[in-house]
Nanobody, 126 residues
């Protein structure tokens, strides 16, 4: 059984930083895609960042490019999201997502991923 366990959310002031972690168990996603989406109440789940890890290719939403960095530790089957220069509009529940066999054009689409974490809250406020 595949499980994705997220950690690292919390509250931070604008301009601050947080690092989210997502540890996968039950399947190794080294040759798959593993990344992050976020959601606020009343809105659809939004793509944040992901990696197609067999080739080491990473992808970011325009809204976070240059501020967020996604990375992966193959030894622990864990993906990280380093979030810097946080803004109030980054506040959301962040979800880890993973899947196998995703084509590049589907990487930013939530429904393309088979496995999801429980979500972790990120609040950016002064």
């Amino acid at each position: 059984q595949v499980q994705l366990g997220e950690s690292g959310g919390g509250s931070v002031q604008p301009g601050g930083s947080l690092r989210l972690s997502c540890a996968a168990s039950g399947r190794n996603f080294k040759r798959g895609a593993m990344g992050w989406f976020r959601q606020v109440p009343g809105k659809e789940r939004e793509f944040v960042a992901t990696g197609k890890w067999s080739g080491g290719h990473v992808y970011y939403a325009d809204s976070v490019k240059g501020r967020f960095t996604i990375s992966r530790d193959d030894a622990t089957n864990t993906v990280y999201l380093q979030m810097n220069s946080l803004k109030p509009e980054d506040s959301a529940v962040y979800y880890c997502a993973a899947g196998m066999g995703l084509i590049t054009s589907s990487l930013r689409i939530a429904s393309a991923y088979d496995y999801w974490g429980q979500g972790t809250q990120v609040t950016v406020s002064s």
